[in-house]
Nanobody
Framework: QVQLVESGGGLVQAGGSLRLSCAAS????????MAWFRQAPGKEREFVAS????????YYTDSVKERFTISRDKAKNTVYLQMNSLKPEDTAVYYC??????????????????WGPGTQVTVSS
């Protein structure tokens, strides 16, 4: 099992920045890909970004390219999501996820094996 805990969410004005963290514990060596998803009220959970745990390769959904950056610190078993130029439409609960198999192009929720409880991000206009 892998346990994931997100932190860093909060309220920010449009154009501002936030950095989310996801601390992983447990059998972390069994995770090949880490990702961030988000879910806005009344909407389905959607893919945001993913990173290969060993190689560091990354993949982003189009709406966050050039604004968000995913990274990982292997020594700390932590994944980050740096979010810049935030927009009101970025408001959502952000979830960290992990999958055992190595494919950073996995964007569906069912393709991930472990999930954190989420952290709220609110962007005011």
């Amino acid at each position: 099992q892998v346990q994931l805990v997100e932190s860093g969410g909060g309220l920010v004005q449009a154009g501002g920045s936030l950095r989310l963290s996801c601390a992983a514990s447990g059998r972390t060596f069994s995770s090949s890909v880490m990702a961030w998803f988000r879910q806005a009220p009344g909407k389905e959970r959607e893919f945001v970004a993913s990173i290969s745990w060993n190689g560091g390769n990354t993949y982003y959904t189009d709406s966050v390219k050039e604004r968000f950056t995913i990274s990982r610190d292997k020594a700390k078993n932590t994944v980050y999501l740096q979010m810049n130029s935030l927009k009101p439409e970025d408001t959502a609960v952000y979830y960290c996820a992990a999958r055992r198999r190595d494919n950073i192009l996995a964007t569906r929720t069912y393709e991930y094996d472990f999930w954190g409880p989420g952290t709220q991000v609110t962007v005011s206009s």
